[in-house]
């Protein structure tokens, strides 16, 4: 019988090497799982950051490329909503840098409503900086760059970035705007958009007006049938707003600037002459000014009431809106001291000039015939009318009347007191509104220096062309305003 062998056991070396080695196996599996939640979680976090990042940048995108006003603005155009212009939109970050927004105007409430673009992320902190591209002679071209981090917190609270950041960058150039200004320096650069897409409120600081004179031609021709409706019905269409045949609602001029309190208009309707109230009155009164908000339902009532006369004396129409413009106060009118004024003439004429303004002195001729003696009015001309107030309609004999020949050097006449308006440094705008007058028109737009002159031709829409004209101001006085920090 052989004896039973004794099974011996681990011994402790064994057992520590044991123990030691799968410590080490556990180890290394926990760290590898910890390493593959952490490539996850990091991999989490730029993805959040990337898709935040574009949704943001494509916003900011469609802001540059489509507004009608653009402004780059320090953080301290969008510190504080309270103090944001009213009018005006704001792209921006958050204070707490944790989410990316829009603050939009609202007319009705009167205060600025914030919008969340990207919501707030526990572990995302965003900062933008945008500016102009120096590189180019364009003035329409913006860069910015939207970076994100990712942060922690630590034990007492205080969040804190980790170091680990997506950065996205863009150059966008503006389409609708007439330039992107950046209105920050290397101390305080931009960090927010301010933007306008439509005619809302101005701010209220009102350093800024905008006078406007709109110089009609009101003779006889613009009773004449256009397409079923008179020429001067058209344009009163096209000044007030109305709704097409296609349910197509046309806004019209006179409604776009109401929208700003920083937009003075004069209406100066002609013919023979330009006098006011109306063209065949004698008088020396001037045509007034009216506030586009504050004065809408004037400005209305005066575009309804226009009447069409005789002839047509553009020269007298140019010279009584030149006089109103430089005549305007705008402390008088309650603007600031330091208030800036732009002016703009916008000239519509559907014929050419008959009829030009002259000084004259009249007397009284004698003559007789076979015993019968009586007295005519005899003039002589001495000069173009180019001064203030209202003229005689007709001729008559007072030795210091102004008149109206026919055929007197009025193409002479109007480069005169274009001349004038031009050195008072006004944009102008002529639109033809008939055929065969594209030269008088030529001839109206040199004369006056025109921003823009619309010949009428088959594509030819009024509607268009005032909107146009309106748009283009705007964009311009907001370009000049831009926005404020409200008190």
Do not use: C
């Amino acid at each position: 019988m052989k004896p039973t062998k004794l099974k011996r056991g681990f011994t402790l070396i064994e057992l520590i090497i044991t123990i030691s080695l799968l410590s080490m196996i556990i180890l290394l599996s926990t760290s590898m799982i910890s390493l593959t939640m952490t490539a996850q979680k990091k991999t989490m976090d730029e993805y959040e950051i990337n898709t935040t990042i574009r949704q943001a940048s494509q916003r900011a995108n469609e802001i540059i490329r489509y507004s009608k006003a653009v402004f780059a603005v320090p953080v301290d155009f969008v510190s504080d909503p309270s103090k944001m212009d009213p009018g005006w939109s704001y792209f921006a970050i958050s204070p707490d840098k944790r989410r990316i927004v829009q603050y939009v105007y609202d007319d009705t409430a009167g205060t600025h409503l914030e919008q969340i673009l990207v919501d707030a992320s526990p572990n995302v902190e965003y900062e933008i900086e945008f500016v102009k591209d120096a590189t180019t002679s364009s003035d329409n071209l913006l860069k910015f760059q939207i970076v994100g981090y990712v942060t922690k917190t630590e034990s007492d609270g205080t969040l804190v970035r980790t170091g680990q950041k997506i950065a996205f960058e863009s150059e966008v150039e503006a389409q609708n705007a007439l330039q992107i200004v950046d209105k920050g320096t290397v101390l305080s650069p931009s960090v927010a958009l301010a933007f306008r897409n439509d005619s809302s409120a101005q701010g209220t600081g009102r350093t800024q007006v905008a006078t406007i004179t709109i110089v009609l031609d009101v003779s006889g021709s613009m009773d004449t049938s256009l397409n079923g409706l008179s020429r001067i019905a058209r344009v009163k269409n096209a000044l007030l707003g109305y709704t097409k045949d296609n349910g197509t609602i046309v806004e019209g001029i006179i409604n776009t600037f109401s929208r700003e309190n920083n937009i003075e208009i004069s209406i100066v309707p002609f013919s023979q002459t330009a006098n006011y109230p109306t063209p065949n009155s004698a008088s020396n009164l001037e045509h007034p000014f009216y506030n586009a908000e504050d004065d809408k339902s004037t400005l209305v009532t005066l575009v309804n009431n226009i009447e069409t006369y005789g002839n047509t004396n553009t020269g007298d129409g140019l010279r009584r809106a030149y006089y109103r413009l430089i005549d305007f106060s705008p402390v008088a009118e309650g603007y600031n001291t330091e208030t800036e004024q732009y002016n703009y003439m916008i000239l519509l004429v559907d014929g050419e000039t008959n009829q030009s303004s002259w000084e004259s002195k009249g007397y009284q001729q004698l003559h007789s015939f076979f015993g019968f003696t009586w007295y005519t009015d005899e003039y002589t001309y001495y000069s173009q009318y180019t001064g203030r107030g209202g003229i005689t309609p007709s001729i008559s004999y007072d030795n210091v009347t102004r008149v109206y020949p026919y055929s007197r050097n009025n193409s002479s006449y109007i480069s005169t007191i274009g001349s004038m308006i031009v050195a008072a440094e006004t944009k102008s705008y002529v639109i033809g509104f008939s055929n065969g007058i594209t030269t008088e028109i030529s001839n109206l737009g040199t004369a006056l220096d025109a921003e823009q002159i619309y010949n009428y031709n088959d594509d030819f829409d009024l509607d268009e062309v005032f909107d146009n004209i309106a748009q283009d101001i705007l964009a311009e006085l907001w370009l000049v305003t831009g926005p404020q920090i409200m008190n």
